[in-house]
DNA sequence: AGGCACACGTGAAGC
DNA sequence: TGCTTCACGTGTGCC
C-alpha cells in the first residue's frame, strides 16, 4: 500500500541513475551511440534539468489525481481503504444511483411548467395489482382540491399516496391510484384513459370559469388549496 | 494527448532495456554490486520471469482502472476528451450535486417515520430575505391542513411553498416561509423558534382528541385531508 | 522548443 | 513466499 512519502522516490530515480550511468559509461568506452554532433555543447546539464522538471511536473500530476480520488472516498463513505479500482468502481455505481433516483424522483416532485397538463403512467405492471402515477398541473384554485377528490373517488380506483407541490399560484397534484381487485392486467390501459380523461375534465373545469381569461388569477398563498372553509 | 494505443510500449521497455544491459555489463566486467552468494542457480531467468508477470500485472491494473475512467466518462457528458483531473474534478462536481440535490428533495417528499415530529431549519441565511424550511409529520385528521394554515397565517411570516405527501394514514406537510421585511439576519433565530412551537401546538393538537388512544386511526383515502367540506 | 498528459516498467510494502 | 497495490522516473507524442 505504502502510504505517506516513501523511499520510493529512490528506485525510480535508481533505474535512472542506472540508465545514467550506462550513459556515461557508453561514453568512456567511446562507444558513441548515435549523432554525435548533435550534441554541441553543455547538452547534458540541460537534459538533467530537462528531466528534472519533467519529474517534478510529473510528481504534480500525480498528487492532482491523488487528491481527486481522495475526494473522492471521503464523498463516498466506506471507500477509505479501498483500492482505487474499487473506489472507481463504487464512484460509477453511485453515480448511476443518484442520477436514477434523483430523475425519478425530480420528474413527480418539482413544480411543473407554466402549462397546464395531465399525465398519466403505468407504474408497477407486472405480477399482483397495478398501479397508475397520475398527475395534473394548473392554476391553482379554491374548489381544485375538493373537484380532484371527487372526480378521484368516482372511479373504481383507490388513491395510495397523494402529493401536492404549489409555488407561484401554480399547484400540481400527482396521486398514485392502484385497482385493488384487478384479476386482469389487460384493463389498466383502459383504466389509464379513464384517469387521463377524468383529469382532463378537471382541467377544463379550471379553464372554465376564468374572470380575466388573459391573466392569471393572482394567488395570496399557497393554502388557498387547503381551506376548509370556503 | 496520445490516444489510442501509443508505441510507447517501446520506450518504458527501452528504460528496463537500458537498466538490464547495465546490470549485464556490470556482471561482465566483474563489478558485481552486492551478497554475491545470494544468487545460488538460476536466479537470473526466475528474476526475469518474476519481473515480465509483474509488468503484466501492472498493466491489467492500469487498464483496469482506466476502463473504469472510460465509464465515468460516459457517464457523464462533456467529458469526452478531458484530462484525468479534470474528469474526477467533474465526476466529483457530479457526486456533491446530485447528492444534494436527491437529499434535499427525498427529505421533504419521502413519508416520514411512524413517529410525530417537527422540524424547522434555516433554508438560506446569508444575503436578502432569509427562509425557513418546516415540516411536520403526523397523523391525518380531517381538520390539519386548516389548523396548519390558521397557524401560519397568524405567524408574520409569508408562506411561499408548500408540500404535501401522505400514505397510509400518516401525512407530512412541509413549507417554505419566508420573511419579507426582514432587516436583521438576527431575528431568525426567535422566528425558527416561534415556528417550531406553532407546529408544535398543531402536534398536540392533533394528540388531543384521539377515540382511541392506543391505536391510529384508519384512514380510506389521502384525500380526507383535501375535503373541503366537512 | 518547452510544457503537458499519458503509458510504461520497476522497487518497495502489505497481505 | 508470491501476489497485489502504490509512487516514482522516464520515453514519447501533441500542442
Known sequence: M??????????????????LVFERERKERGTRPERVGKNRLGAEPRAAMALKSHSEAERRRRERINAHLSTLRSLIPGTCKMDKAALLTEVIGRIKELRTSTTEISQGVNVPADADEVKVEVNGHGGGPFSLRASICCADRPDLLADLRQTLLSLPLRTVKAEIST???????????TCDGCEDDSECSVFTNNVHQALKSV?????????FPGKRRRISSPFHAMSSSP
Not at 167 to 177: A, M, Q, S, Y
Not at 203 to 211: F, H, T, V
Open 203 to 211: 382541467l377544463e373545469r379550471a379553464a372554465a370559469p376564468p374572470e
Open 2 to 19: 505504502m502510504r505517506g512519502i516513501p523511499e520510493g522516490a529512490v528506485h525510480g530515480g535508481l533505474a535512472a541513475q542506472a540508465a
Open 167 to 177: 409555488v407561484g399560484g401554480r399547484v400540481k397534484n400527482e396521486v398514485v391510484l
